[in-house]
């Protein structure tokens, strides 16, 4: 069965400072990868979409960065942080055959 | 662009009684319609899916319906229990490699023992 795993799954940071969440999938291959971010009281937006290693789309102009250095590996980064980062940013997947949408367990980050 | 609403934002029951929560959405072209499950902390857990050629979804004490015509899906619990206390959020599929999916903001649900 395919799995989806993220970490790590609180993290405080200091403005300035770098980041690096990372997301793996298991059991699948070449999947469509996502990041999200969940903010206080808000929906979901979407801010990376990847059809394959190497492969980025953004969504949204940011501060934020992805990566998919391997198949199965999603990797969202930051050289700088800044407070308006904070939240709670998950990664998901998507199975090919029906299109149905997994998402990892989250990542809640502060700045601080 | 797809919005998706869902309404109410929050909603209290008492145990054992039968709910339905809704979804409207402004783009009838959809590829497909999932309802996910969300607890505090923590991420987004799939309850349903239901493809655009399809009317409804079982899963035990769920059942999602799907109307594209009107934009509309509902999720129904029968027999809510204190432990389906969450948030639930719809999603709108949009193409079939996946890309787009528009989130509702959810409803929060709370079921009173």
């Known amino acids: 069965s395919q799995t989806i795993h993220q970490w790590p799954a609180t993290l405080v940071q200091p403005v300035g400072s770098p980041l690096s969440l990372e997301c793996t999938v298991e059991?699948?291959?070449?999947?469509?990868l996502y990041w999200y971010r969940q903010a206080a009281g808000r929906g979901l937006q979407l801010l990376f979409y990847?059809?394959?290693?190497?492969?980025i789309s953004s969504e949204v102009p940011q501060n934020l960065s992805a990566s998919r250095p391997q198949d199965r590996q999603f990797i969202l980064s930051s050289k700088k942080l800044l407070l308006s980062d904070s939240g709670f940013y998950l990664c998901?997947?998507?199975?090919?055959?029906?299109?149905?949408?997994?998402f990892g367990e989250g990542s809640r980050l502060t700045v601080l | 662009k797809q919005e998706v609403t869902q309404i109410p934002a929050a909603l209290s029951v008492p145990e054992g009684e039968n709910l339905v929560l809704n979804c409207s959405f402004t783009d009838s072209a959809i590829y497909n319609l999932q309802w996910f499950r969300q607890d505090p902390g923590k991420g987004l857990t799939s309850l349903l899916l239901?493809?655009?050629?399809?009317r409804e979804q079982t899963s035990g004490r769920l059942n999602a319906s799907l109307d594209k015509s009107s934009g509309r899906s509902t999720l129904y619990i029968a027999a809510s229990q204190p432990g389906d206390s969450a948030t639930y959020l719809c999603?709108?599929?949009?193409?079939?490699?996946?890309?787009?999916?528009?989130f509702g903001t959810g409803t929060s649900l709370t079921v009173i023992p």
């Open positions: 239901i493809q655009s050629s399809q």
């Open positions: 998901a997947w998507t199975r090919e055959s029906d299109g149905e949408l997994f």
């Open positions: 999603a709108v599929g949009t193409t079939n490699t996946g890309n787009q999916f528009y």
């Open positions: 990847s059809v394959g290693i190497g492969q």
């Open positions: 059991g699948t291959s070449n999947p469509n």
